[in-house]
């Protein structure tokens, strides 16, 4: 019965997905948008491993799960779509945004705090290495995608124009990191209500990002 949480993300990861795919057939996108696509893609591979575990282990195993590996990739491609260039454009690294950079901290903060319950459930210790390695590019993930929501735009419109999907991305990765939690603390109601609204970040993270591509063109 835990695995219906996992069956709701990967249903709304996957409407995503076909949504995303139905606007690059339409237009050639940018990396940006496909990276985008590539975030909910992996997470959703990650999930199909987990439900298809599920109905051949009829028992939870405890461990390491491969289906996390979904989530990881998930993370680094999020990363990777705010990292390096796209950083560059929108913090010029003048002292100006140098307190924009300290707000954004938060974000990591939030992800370090719920890393700790998680070292402390009761779980393998494979699950908890595992756990902490994804819990690495998540707190990139999370500074970066709050500082591009954060930031104040320099007159040129880019900022502006990401700024929901950087918001939305800052909710995907959060809420991700709050579902895996409620999985090591709550359970079937909880878990229902965290993959139902992370399911549906994923959706609008993939909206967010085409529309931001659009005013990007504009």
Known sequence: MLGIGDGIVFLMAAIALVYGFCVSISKKQPLFFKLSMATVGCLMLGYIF???????????????FIGYLGSIGSFLFLLTSSFGYMDGIVDDGSSQIKKYRYIALIG??????????NMIA?????????????????IFS??????????PDMGFGFVRAIRPFNLA?????????????????????????????FGASCIVMVI????????WAI
């Not at 393998?124 to 290495?129: E, L, Q, Y």
């Not at 500074?143 to 930031?151: E, G, R, V």
């Open 50 to 64: 987990d439900i298809c575990d599920y109905f051949v282990n009829v028992n939870d195993p405890e461990g390491y």
């Open 108 to 117: 990591p903060a939030i992800a370090v705090a719920l890393w700790i319950p």
């Open 122 to 138: 009761e779980v393998s210790i494979s699950t908890k290495v595992v756990y902490s390695i994804l819990w690495i590019p998540a």
């Open 142 to 151: 999370l500074y970066f995608n709050l500082k591009h929501a954060i930031i």
């Open 169 to 197: 991305a800052f909710s995907f990765a959060l809420l991700q990191l709050i579902h895996l939690t409620v999985w090591n603390f709550c359970g079937l109601i909880p878990l229902l209500i965290s993959g139902t609204v």
């Open 208 to 215: 967010m990002a085409d529309k931001g591509v659009k005013k």
